[in-house]
T-cell receptor, first 111, second 113 residues
Framework: GEDVEQSLFLSVREGDSSVINCTYT??????LYWYKQEPGAGLQLLTY?????DMKQDQRLTVLLNKKDKHLSLRIADTQTGDSAIYFC???????????FGDGTTLTVKP | EAQVTQNPRYLITVTGKKLTVTCSQN?????MSWYRQDPGLGLRQIYY???????DKGDVPEGYKVSRKEKRNFPLILESPSPNQTSLYFC????????????FGSGTRLTVV
């Protein structure tokens, strides 16, 4: 089955850019997502990218997809303390209920 | 407000006592899913449903049951809970087409003693 891997921790200074990386194994994955989880809360969808796209930008967020290497990244520009959270990468196939999540990357933003 | 509602938020129970965690969504979503979140293990899918009366196993279905009798509801049933089912549980739903992501509930923290 699908396996999604992420590094567990990332620490940056306020104002810097953050880059969170993710790799997945199933080349048939047709959509890839980034979710954010703040303490004590559920997961919130941040952005998504379809497998036929290379890049997607949404305000401070940039998602890059390298389909050949099955590598996904999330770049957060001008990182703020409010961005401190756990970020999950997820992969799935269109019209299938199964979605596989990575273990999450804990982002710490220092003032 | 579009949302996924889980109840209860917190639950402490004893081994073997049957329990149900309810989940309801108001977005007319076809897909619903249950996940458990454990430290060091990330988020693992328990069961999912692609429509009414259609359910399928995720990665960790043992010890759990689900049903989808109505589109909006997807309860998670633990017939005989055990301490290894102590976890944070999330219900989620999404539309069937378009590949849009799941909307998650706020979570249910279950402790089995």
């Amino acid at each position: 089955g699908e396996d999604v891997e992420q590094s567990l921790f990332l620490s940056v200074r306020e104002g810097d850019s953050s880059v969170i990386n993710c790799t997945y194994t199933d080349s048939s994955s047709t959509y890839l997502y980034w979710y954010k989880q703040e303490p004590g809360a559920g997961l919130q969808l941040l952005t998504y990218i379809f497998s036929n796209m290379d890049m997607k930008q949404d305000q401070r967020l940039t998602v890059l997809l390298n389909k050949k290497d099955k590598h996904l990244s999330l770049r957060i520009a001008d990182t703020q303390t409010g961005d401190s959270a756990i970020y999950f990468c997820a992969a799935g196939v269109t019209n299938a209920g199964k979605s596989t999540f990575g273990d999450g990357t804990t982002l710490t933003v220092k003032p | 407000e579009a949302q996924v509602t889980q109840n209860p938020r917190y639950l402490i129970t004893v081994t073997g006592k049957k329990l149900t965690v309810t989940c309801s969504q108001n977005m007319n979503h076809e897909y619903m899913s249950w996940y458990r979140q454990d430290p060091g293990l990330g988020l693992r899918q328990i069961y999912y449903s692609m429509n009414v009366e259609v359910t399928d196993k995720g990665d960790v279905p043992e010890g759990y049951k689900v049903s989808r009798k109505e589109k909006r509801n997807f309860p998670l049933i633990l017939e005989s809970p055990s301490p290894n089912q102590t976890s944070l549980y999330f219900c989620a739903s999404r539309a069937g087409t378009g590949g849009y992501g799941y909307t998650f509930g706020s979570g249910t923290r279950l402790t089995v003693v």
